[in-house]
């Protein structure tokens, strides 16, 4: 199975900084990686896919990069409303193995 | 606009079964691949499985191998994961998705409490 790791774990950031999760996969996944965004008592939100293609409706503060085994997740703008936690998922061969989650928080 | 609605949960005892629901509406159920999601108390999301377009082919993850079994019926919209032998690490809330390679679209969970 291939492994999926964030980095980090949990974060604090201000409204209006710049924030940066990372995700490393166990072998080459290609550009098979989604990043979503979880809230307490909310359904998942898929942001980017193909590792960084922005999904309709997703705020263009949003970005994804990578390939291969490495990947980036970047908002470029804090806002309130993105005070969450994001996973990355591979989804290159089953099982589609998620990430441990980056919980953003505010500072 | 895409509406997935989970039904099913509740509690349960170990080692007994269980079997969750997916209503879909939308969209064009039949054209594509169904997840199944699920995140445990306190901690991160954990892929259980996806069933194909036509239901032909399912992939699980590890932890539901060989007990869980996804199923779909296109003429009713509706999505199943038959849950066997249940454990208390199955307790989650479970999430129905759409997509094959993403889920684009989830629904808002349905509870599985499994007591000993």
């Known amino acids: 199975d291939i492994q999926m790791t964030q980095s980090p774990s949990s974060l604090s950031a201000s409204v209006g900084d710049r924030v940066t999760i990372t995700c490393r996969a166990s072998q080459s996944i290609t550009s098979y990686l989604g990043w979503y965004q979880v809230k307490p008592g909310k359904a998942p939100m898929l942001l980017i896919y193909a590792a960084s293609t922005l999904q309709g409706g997703v705020p263009s503060r949003f970005s994804g990069s990578g390939s291969g085994t490495d990947f980036t997740l970047t908002i470029s703008s804090l806002q309130p409303e993105d005070f969450a936690t994001y996973y990355c998922q591979q989804s290159f061969s089953s099982p589609f193995t998620f990430g441990g989650g980056t919980k953003v928080q505010i500072k | 606009q895409v509406q997935l609605v989970e039904s099913g949960g509740g509690v349960v005892q170990s080692g007994r079964s269980l079997r969750l629901s997916c209503a879909a509406s939308g969209f064009t159920f039949s054209n594509y691949g169904m997840q199944w999601v699920r995140q445990a108390p306190g901690k991160g999301l954990e892929w259980v499985g996806i069933?194909?377009?036509?239901?032909?082919?399912?992939y699980y993850g590890d932890s539901v191998k060989g007990r869980f079994t996804i199923s779909r019926d296109n003429s009713n919209n509706t999505l199943s994961l038959q849950m066997n032998s249940l454990r208390f690490e199955d307790t989650a809330v479970y999430f129905c998705?759409?997509?094959?390679?993403?889920?684009?679209?989830w629904g808002q969970g349905t509870l599985v409490a499994v007591s000993s």
């Open positions: 069933i194909s377009y036509d239901g032909s082919n399912q």
């Open positions: 998705a759409k997509g094959t390679s993403y889920a684009t679209d």
